[in-house]
């Protein structure tokens, strides 16, 4: 019978490319089966945290802090174990002095874990060991995340716990009364302020089953087949492979949160391609890493720093999801246009399909697949709102055994189709799979997708017990697929047996946890840092330097804080990076806008540092995943990460565009707006796209670029050009502000500047927002809104602030000054400057169609099959 595998040499080459990529080691010997049963005792572990099993049994119920505790031992000991001290040690064996290292590492962090009880009982109060145990913990740690992230992380970290003791010393501005060293060896390793605090809760609780959940998905085979699925859709397009490449890689970025790992998966197959239809080796290796990077924006798994958004701007993940989709989109849409214009500068031309079928029928099959997808969709939504109240505590049953019904439904599916094709990235480019064979033959591994989608929009649960239950439907496909597929096929084709498919559920756990040793040390170690900004005020200081440097103008902000966001990314991973910099900065970036009076959401800014800290994995001349592209493209590194950089322009783009205007994060945007808002900011990308690449129909002339860049803000931000036009505000004297709210409406905005001492004692002038009330009368509005005023010597002071009120939600306090009021003014839709933004484009149309045909492309057209 023939002997089909599931891509297990392409795999294992890929994790060994990963592991040697980061300088990791690959013992033999009795240290390789301590690493294995350590990376599979820590997988197991969190899959049984996440679980509802502990809970039920009443066995195994670990809070916060000690499965903290224990998920940090674990990333320890697996550091010192698995990544060498020094480049160039030995990699085939673990020193003594290694293990001897790691085992006190993780004792050091276990000590919360054991002595948890006692700990509690006496906050503060430290004891000689437990000053000697974070004596021992913190330098081990820092040792750690040199080992496994660089020297960049751990010099921050010690900067800042160097800037804690030596406060008194430091001059005017950066100067505080100090940290005593019992009260930092308590604040950093003993509370969870510091070491133990949100960041590293946030690995534990969600990160590292989302890790694990692409983990598994990847050696199920669904890698493979994504791949095989977006060569099969796209291949036969101008710059196929190249499309193809950018799909992959996005449905790749959905299970997986690492730039890196997407990169050298994808890219071992789809770098190949692209340089066989004539793409050179820099801007293959620069495709692959603009897709790959945008995987850490694509939800529903956006990388460990999404799930600390959750935490730090307090809303749920299902509304990251949300705010997340259109921009990464609308990324992923513009790169393939990008491809698209790369081809047509090269004069490639379409790798004819097997079976040629005209555009209409195509359309007519999608759509009609669309609606079907939608149907069952609906079908499912709705059959399940019928089946849970009508069978109460039994229906989680019968969905278990419907979930199983579908799978070994779909699995037979694919047993009446032909096996997908091994990844070959040296077979010749000469004929495209069946799109219609490869979708059915790997069905099933879109299950798990689903299953976790489901839980974390229909359900509603948490990330961690979404990624739970896609995770154990994932253990199930992976121990299963191969036996049944045997079973089920009628040619005599042979997948494996079970003891295949649990060998693959080992490789699978092991690599979770290797792939989670950098991210768990990364937010510990971030920890320092919080927890040095938190004990020293140091954020407030930096408030003041920052608003200093930016002389108080939010653009100029906006820009030193990206600059910040890229220099740091050159040393430090996404994830540690987004913690560090949405520390220090987004809450000076809140407040500028108030002063500048644009109020910005929490998640906007939070998003804006996200976007910019995966920018610094493409940036020259540190960028990573440039570097991993390279190793595979043979080319030159720093040639591709410029050219990715100007790939990824728009990506760069998109956070200013959605700080000042909050649509494109559909905030308070209703779904017929944001169906509008997504086709003219996708139409408005694209010709940005255009722009930055020089060429449109035919090449564009300088003028055209520049017309081209401004119909793209236009469409863009057209309200910025209207409030040039006409004033947005109409300004009204504080005395008036009961009769202003009297003859406002339910529902209208107003707008009030305040001036006085804010929370802190700083005294400020800021912005805020407020929705009208309904009430009958502008003091009855007013009282609904919280506020009392009174009049001193000419000025309007807030008197009282009702507690829970909305003024009290903005933070206003007693005795401050209501500097003015601005009411939204009547005027005509800002829509209406999209209209000469089009004219415009359509004489550009016209024009470079003109010259198209009075002069055509004299290029030799690129060989469009390179063997």
């Keep these: 019978m023939a002997q089909q595998h599931l891509s297990n040499d392409t795999i294992l080459s890929t994790e060994d490319l990963i592991a040697k990529d980061v300088g990791a080691r690959l013992p033999t010997g009795i240290m390789a089966k301590v690493i294995t049963f350590l990376a599979i005792s820590w997988s197991l572990f969190q899959l049984w945290i996440a679980s509802p099993l502990p809970f039920i049994i009443g066995i195994g119920v670990f809070n916060d802090t000690e499965t903290r505790a224990i998920h940090l031992a674990f990333a320890l000991i697996l550091a010192f174990l698995v990544f060498p001290a020094r480049h160039c040690s030995a990699t085939d064996r673990v020193p003594y002095s290694d293990i001897a290292l790691g085992m006190i590492a993780a004792a050091t962090s276990l000590y919360l874990f054991v002595m948890y009880n006692e700990l509690a009982q006496r906050p503060g109060s430290l004891t000689q060991f437990d000053l000697v145990i974070a004596c021992i913990g913190l330098p081990l740690l820092l040792e750690a995340a040199r080992r496994v992230l660089g020297p960049a992380l751990p010099l921050i970290a010690l900067g800042f716990i160097g800037y804690s003791f030596a406060g008194p010393w430091m001059p005017g501005l950066l100067a505080h009364r100090g940290v005593q060293f019992a009260s930092l060896a308590n604040h950093q390793w003993i509370t969870t302020e510091g070491v133990f605090g949100i960041a590293l809760g946030v690995s534990t609780s969600f990160v ?90 694509m939800p529903p798994v956006m990388g460990a720093a999404a799930f600390l958004m959750v935490e730090y701007v307090g809303i749920p993940y299902i509304d990251i999801i949300k705010h997340a989709f259109l921009p ?22 379409a790798i004819e399909p097997k079976h040629h079928k005209p555009w209409l029928v195509r359309l007519t099959s999608f759509s009609f697949a669309c609606l079907l997808i939608s149907g069952f969709s609906l079908a499912i939504y709705y059959g399940l709102g019928w089946i849970k109240p009508l069978l109460g505590d039994y229906a989680a049953f019968v969905i278990s055994g419907l979930l199983v019904a579908v799978y070994i439904s779909l699995l037979k599916v694919a047993a009446n189709h032909p096996p997908l094709p091994e990844d070959d990235p040296n077979a010749p480019l000469n004929e495209l799979p069946e799109t219609r064979s490869v979708l059915l033959a790997g069905l099933h591994f ?77 937010t510990a170690t971030a920890g320092i840092i919080v927890g040095a900004v938190s004990q020293t005020g140091v954020g407030l200081i930096l408030a003041d330097l920052v608003e200093m440097l ?110 000042f205007n909050t649509d494109l994060l559909l905030i308070d945007v209703s779904v017929g707006h944001g169906i509008i808002i997504f086709v003219i900011a996708t139409v408005a990308m694209l010709i940005f796209a255009m722009a930055t690449q020089g060429w449109f129909i035919t090449r564009n002339r300088w003028y055209e670029n520049i017309a081209l860049l401004l119909i793209s803000f236009t469409l863009f931000r057209p309200g910025f050009w209207q409030d040039l036009i006409i004033e947005p505000y109409q300004n009204i004297a504080p005395t008036h502000l009961v009769s202003t709210l009297d003859k406002l409406s339910a529902g209208d905005v107003i707008r009030m500047r305040i001036a006085g001492e804010d929370a802190i004692g700083k005294h400020r002038q800021f912005s805020v927002l407020f929705t009208v009330p309904d009430a009958k009368t502008g003091q009855q509005k007013l009282a609904k809104l919280g506020i009392e005023t009174y009049q001193s010597q000419g000025k309007t002071l807030i008197d009282i602030v009702a507690f829970g009120s909305p003024a009290a939600t903005e933070q206003l306090q007693f005795d401050q000054q209501i500097v003015d009021i601005r009411v939204p003014v009547e005027r005509w839709r800002k829509e209406w400057l999209w209209l000469p933004a089009i004219l415009l484009f359509g004489f550009i149309v016209r024009n470079q169609r003109r010259r198209l045909t009075l002069a055509p492309i004299t290029e030799t057209p690129t060989q469009t099959i390179i063997v």
């Design 328 to 349: 990464a989109a609308i990324s992923y849409i513009t790169l393939l246009y990008i491809v698209h214009l790369e081809a047509l500068k090269l004069g490639m031309t």
């Design 208 to 297: 590292f089953l989302f890790v694990l959940f692409g983990a598994l998905l990847e050696r199920a085979g669904a890698g493979h087949y994504f791949i095989q699925l977006a060569f099969s859709l796209l291949g036969h397009l101008r710059g196929g492979p190249a499309k193809a490449a950018v799909v992959a890689s996005g449905l790749t970025g959905l299970i997986s949160g690492s730039s890196i790992a997407n990169v050298v998966t994808t890219g071992t197959f789809t770098i190949p391609m692209m340089r066989k239809v004539g793409f050179s080796k820099e801007k293959a290796g620069a495709i692959e890493v603009a897709s790959s990077v945008n995987g850490q924006i």
């Design 550 to 659: 930016s002389m108080g103008n939010l653009m100029l902000m906006l820009i030193l804080s990206a600059l910040l966001s890229l220099i740091l990314g050159m040393g430090l991973p996404t994830t540690a990076n987004y913690i560090v910099v949405s520390s220090l900065l987004a809450p000076v970036i809140v407040t500028l806008g108030q002063q500048n009076g644009l109020i910005v959401p929490l998640i906007a800014v939070h998003l804006f540092v996200f976007y910019f800290g995966i920018m610094a994995d493409v940036t020259p001349p540190v960028g990573l995943a440039s570097f991993a592209a390279a190793a595979v493209s043979k080319g030159d590194p720093i040639k591709t990460g410029i050219t990715a950089f100007y790939y990824s322009l728009r990506t760069a783009a998109l956070p200013f565009l959605f700080i």
């Design 446 to 522: 879109i299950l798990p997708v689903v299953v976790l989608v489901w839980c974390l929009m229909v359900e509603r649960l948490s990330p961690g017990l979404s990624a739970f239950w896609g995770s154990v439907m994932l253990v199930g496909i992976i121990v299963t697929q191969r036996p049944l597929l045997s079973l089920l096929r009628k040619d005599g084709c042979h997948y494996g047996h079970f003891i295949e498919g649990k060998n693959d559920l080992i490789e699978a756990l092991i690599a979770g946890s290797r792939n989670m040793i950098g991210i768990g040390i990364a």
